[in-house]
């Protein structure tokens, strides 16, 4: 009702992971075109296990503009995922 009314315009939770045996994570950066950039957010934010999917602006000395974090268990399980979504 409140989102409903304008009270609020989102709800987020936030969840402390490594107590629910989530400890093998990934964060995987991608050096992409411009013009790929929101094809390929898009795609990637899609794919099982992808919690976070977002683009900053590359830096001197750091290229990369796409950014994609994995959360799981185990860490052949998240690189299986990365892997899945990353030849998507």
Not at 5 to 16: A, D, H, K, N, S
Not at 67 to 85: D, K, P, Q, T, W
């Amino acid at each position: 009702d409140w989102c409903a009314r304008g009270t609020l315009r989102r709800l987020g939770v936030v969840l402390r992971h490594h107590e629910f045996g989530i400890s093998a994570n990934a964060m995987t950066v991608f050096e992409l075109p411009a013009s790929e950039i929101d094809a390929a957010g898009l795609r990637l934010a899609a794919q099982p296990g992808v919690t976070l999917c977002y683009r900053r602006e590359s830096a001197p000395g750091w290229p990369y503009t796409l950014y994609c974090m994995i959360h799981g268990r185990e860490r052949e399980a998240v690189r299986e995922l990365i892997a899945s979504a990353t030849r998507a």
